[in-house]
């Protein structure tokens, strides 16, 4: 009977994880998973609710993803109201989703993977975090700091308060934004424009290049993915058509209120988090290369896009390319993929708050309850976010689910993780620095796993470890 390796806690990711290694005889690796330890259960207590407390519950689900929630739930709610937000109600949620991307992509580059690009891979871990970014690169991260403080008071004045927000209401938005306060946050937009540019031509000139056999090899599959584009196959991370794509860059394209008909969500006994699936190209596999298999955020989008219609960000996405292709499949490319949008929302920042909509006091209509189904889709920070509800006459809450970025990729970061493990780990040799590079094939997914589990069709399975103060393990119970 082989040796087990746990890798528990995950760290420098959102939320509670654990990776589970199997080794053979040989000392080899014979299976590897991320299991999901937490439950949330959002999508059981919100029935019976008032549909327009929605944007105000979600936004608890996470306190990093609380913008994506708070979006995609506003857009739930149009649509089972049956209205539509004036421009200036619409403009104003979408500057909200840039200003929480960058906030988000910012922080994911440079404090939750940069350590192990800024100290590398297999530093020790008392330095391989937050603080030793700080101490190797301080005037990089003074920048850093400032920039997100700055993302969260831009929000502030948009909405009135960053995390947890309440301005986007049914029908709109409730806020109209003041001139003087358009013209504070240009000021601001500017100096985040100013990061993004450094950001990429950092990471292109003094990171990527030095991991580039990792970036090769590490959690290397091949899968389809899905993203947002509008209607003239641009880029959008608000609002859109869903386009999914296969492996060999065919793809298949529907209004996101039709996602049953295209996204199957299958269970696993050994993880809270779901395992949703390309359902018209194939059934549940969690193999490489399987055809349902799929992945959603970073590199997704920039994948299924065929340009973006900002031109800096245009500039980088023909670049990447002309390097990797279409679809790139290499994972660690979602870190690449995360700066190419990073730079697309300060320029699309930029681009709302100089346009006249903006500021126009219209900011939303009327809404009146009945019975009905409504889904609301955004693209948050770590993928392709659905808000799903049904309602009574009175507007109560009678069905619900939700399909948050993390969950897609829950196939693909097993499969990675299990690549990263298998080329890593032989004759049953390891040390911290290769237990910390197999956690790297996940942080490139950039997961929130407290947003991502919500509930479990049948019946709800609890396995309990009892371990002494030494760390061995006494007993186990299972349901
Ligand atoms: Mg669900
Ligand atoms: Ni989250």
New binding site residues.
């Given amino acids: 009977m082989g040796k087990t390796i746990v890798i528990q806690p995950v760290t420098r990711i ?2 509670h994880a654990k990776i589970t290694i199997q080794l053979d005889d040989a000392g080899d690796v014979s299976l590897a998973r991320v299991n999901v330890i937490e439950l949330r259960g959002f999508e059981r207590f919100c029935m019976g609710r008032p549909v327009e407390d929605m944007p105000r519950i979600t936004p608890r ?6 913008w ?2 708070h979006l995609a739930a506003a857009k739930a709610c149009d649509a089972v109201f049956g209205v539509e937000p004036p421009p200036a109600g619409a403009k104003l949620r979408e500057l909200c989703n840039s200003i929480a991307f960058m906030e988000e992509h910012i922080l994911h580059f440079y404090f939750l993977a940069g350590a192990d690009f800024l100290l590398g891979p297999d530093a020790d871990y008392s330095v391989r975090n937050v603080i030793g970014v700080l101490q190797a690169a301080p005037e990089v991260a003074r920048r850093v700091v400032r920039v997100r403080h700055m993302c969260a008071k831009m929000l502030e004045i948009i909405a009135g308060k960053a995390i947890h927000p309440q301005a986007a209401v049914p029908g709109g938005f409730s806020k109209p934004l003041a001139k003087d306060e358009r013209d504070h946050l240009r000021t601001m937009a500017d100096e985040a424009l100013e990061l993004a540019k450094f950001s990429i031509a950092f990471a292109k000139e003094s990171v990527f290049p030095k991991y580039l056999d990792v970036v090769k090899s590490l959690g290397v599959i091949t899968s389809g993915f899905i993203g947002t584009v509008k209607e003239n196959g641009a880029l959008n991370l608000y609002d859109g058509k869903l386009r999914m794509m296969a492996s060999d860059g065919s793809f298949d394209e529907f209004p996101y209120d039709r996602y049953t008909e295209y996204i199957g969500e299958h269970i696993e006994p050994w993880s809270y988090l779901k395992f949703p699936y390309a359902k018209k190209r194939g059934g549940f596999s969690l193999e490489d290369n399987a055809p349902g298999l799929y992945r959603a955020n970073t590199l997704a989008r920039i994948n299924v896009c065929d340009f973006i219609d900002t031109p800096l960000a245009q500039a980088e996405l023909e670049e990447f390319r002309r390097k990797f292709g279409r679809p790139a499949q290499l994972t660690l490319l979602y870190h690449w993929a995360r700066l190419i949008e990073l730079l697309y929302n300060a320029e699309n920042a930029i681009r709302l708050l100089d346009d006249a909509d903006i500021t126009c006091p219209e900011t939303r209509v009327k809404v009146t309850p009945r019975a009905a189904r409504g889904v609301g889709c955004t693209e ?1 920070p ?1 993928g392709t976010l659905i808000h799903d509800y049904e309602t009574d006459a009175d507007g109560m809450i009678t069905n619900m689910n939700l399909i ?3 969950t897609h990729n829950n196939a693909p970061i097993n499969l990675s993780v299990t690549q990263a493990a298998k080329s890593l780990i032989h004759g049953g040799q390891y040390d911290q620095g290769v237990l910390n590079t197999v956690e790297m094939a996940i942080r490139a997914y950039d997961p ?5 589990t919500h509930r479990l069709d049948g019946k709800l399975s609890v396995k309990l470890d009892i371990f002494d103060a030494k760390g061995s393990l006494l007993d186990t119970f299972a349901n």
Avoid at 61 to 66: L, Q, Y
Avoid at 448 to 452: I, M, P, R, T, V
């Fill in positions: 959102e939320g689900i996470c306190g990093v993803c609380p994506s929630h948050a770590r948050v970025g993390t929130c796993l407290s947003c991502a």
